[in-house]
């Protein structure tokens, strides 16, 4: 009768008591991919991939999280703290799956790039899964470049397990035939990363301008916009580069010329300005010299508008002023100086003789030139009737 009870009572407990939790085992296996970023030769990228499967209830989706080797270093160019997003399409157990990943990436010129993890769900309520890759992609906003990878490769079964994913990613140990790491090194003593080349702000925006004298035109001008910041937390330096002013001065001029573009660059308005000694065949087209500023701005990426334009020529007091709203591409901040070409309040003369002609009688004239070299020339008495601002009509 005891030994009956006792078994019993062991049956109970053998019964009543929790079921383990299932140990997952991720799906693994070893993918060549073949990329081709922007317009670089193609490039093979072999990597390690793993996969884990996650499920937090029974019957639940299945949270994947994959880690991947660095990719090979064939950037030409160092990448300090950008933005890098990824994708790595998989076929779970016949369904397409894409997992997804993003993070600040820094890595020198040539030198293998680490990626971050991926994760992506899907639905399932089998224990096993069957798992290939189908492509991967990867991406750099500021510097408006993608990678597409195509390759397709089989990897070993993917067990789920129980639980949730970690909050925290794995640390993922690359084998021994992965590159190696490209994370700076910590110590004072090192050299920090190569620096961050940037990317101009650039676009056409067109400014309304009216002249001193009352009339008016058009000024479609191209601008690119670039930023340096030495150290986090300085000023940004700016330079601003635009297309020509358009003319149809019949006589040469020589004066000075003073411009100023007004932007607003990550939100905050600024000023660049610049002075130039304007030398113009008759009928040509006026440089626009370089117009710096600099602005207090966080962020790497920022957003740039041009907002107003206007020159001035003080010895014959004449100028105009120009109104615009014209959106640039994003800025990227440089950690690089730029080379000084003169502009910004420096004495830039470019070479009058070899400007081109506008000729036509569509060209947008800029009355100041003619103005001023009338007023040199003691010719008072001409008056010269610019062409107006061309105007839309309806229907």
């Known amino acids: 009768m005891a030994a009956a009870l006792g078994l019993t009572v062991g049956?109970?407990?053998?019964?009543?008591?929790?079921?383990?939790?299932?140990?997952?085992?991720?799906?693994?296996?070893?993918?060549?991919?073949?990329?081709?970023?922007?317009?670089?030769?193609?490039f093979q990228y072999v990597s390690d991939i793993s996969v884990a499967g996650y499920r937090a209830s029974v019957g639940g989706p299945v949270t994947l999280r994959a880690t991947m080797s660095d990719l090979p270093g064939v950037s030409p160019a160092p990448l300090n703290n950008y933005q890098m997003d990824t994708t790595l399409t998989l076929d779970v157990d016949g369904k397409e799956v894409v997992l997804k990943g993003g993070a600040k990436v820094t890595a020198a010129a040539r030198a293998p790039i680490p990626l971050p993890d991926l994760e992506g769900v899907t639905t399932s309520d089998k224990a096993e899964l069957a798992v290939t890759v189908k492509a991967f992609k990867f991406d750099f906003p500021v510097l408006q470049m993608a990678g597409p990878c195509a390759g397709e490769q089989k990897l070993s079964t993917l067990?789920?397990?129980?639980?949730?994913?970690?909050?925290?990613?794995?640390?993922?140990?690359?084998?021994?035939?992965?590159?190696?790491?490209?994370a700076p090194p910590t110590t004072a003593e090192t050299t920090p990363p190569a620096g961050n080349p940037g990317k101009p702000?650039?676009?056409?925006?067109k400014f309304a301008c009216t002249?001193?004298?009352?009339?008016?035109?058009?000024y479609n001008a191209k601008m690119s916009v670039s930023g340096y910041r030495a150290a986090a937390g300085d000023p940004v330096t700016l330079q601003a580069t635009m297309s020509k002013l358009p003319g149809i001065a019949p006589v040469p001029i020589d004066g000075s010329m003073d411009f100023t573009v007004d932007l607003s660059v990550g939100g905050t308005a600024t000023t660049l300005k610049a002075t130039s000694t304007v030398n113009a065949a008759p009928k040509a087209e006026v440089a626009v010299p370089t117009l710096k500023g600099s602005v207090k701005a966080s962020g790497d990426e920022l957003d740039v508008t041009a907002k107003a334009f206007m020159?001035?020529?003080?010895?014959?007091?004449?100028?105009?002023?120009c109104t615009g709203n014209g959106a640039l591409s994003k800025l990227g901040v440089s950690s690089e100086p730029p080379e000084d070409d003169g502009g910004g309040g420096g004495d830039d003369t470019p070479s009058g003789d070899t400007l081109p002609k506008t000729g036509g009688t569509n060209s947008l004239p800029v009355i100041g030139l003619a103005a001023s070299a009338l007023i040199l020339l003691g010719a008072a008495g001409i008056v010269w009737f610019p062409s107006r601002r061309s105007t839309p009509t309806s229907g």
């Open 311 to 321: 020159f001035n020529f003080p010895s014959a007091g004449i100028g105009a002023e």
């Open 201 to 205: 702000a650039e676009g056409t925006v």
């Open 11 to 42: 049956s109970l407990a053998l019964v009543s008591s929790p079921a383990a939790a299932a140990e997952g085992v991720p799906a693994t296996g070893k993918t060549t991919f073949t990329c081709k970023l922007s317009t670089f030769p193609e």
């Open 211 to 218: 002249l001193s004298l009352g009339s008016k035109f058009d």
């Open 159 to 182: 067990t789920v397990g129980d639980g949730s994913a970690p909050t925290t990613p794995p640390t993922t140990t690359p084998p021994a035939t992965a590159p190696p790491t490209t």
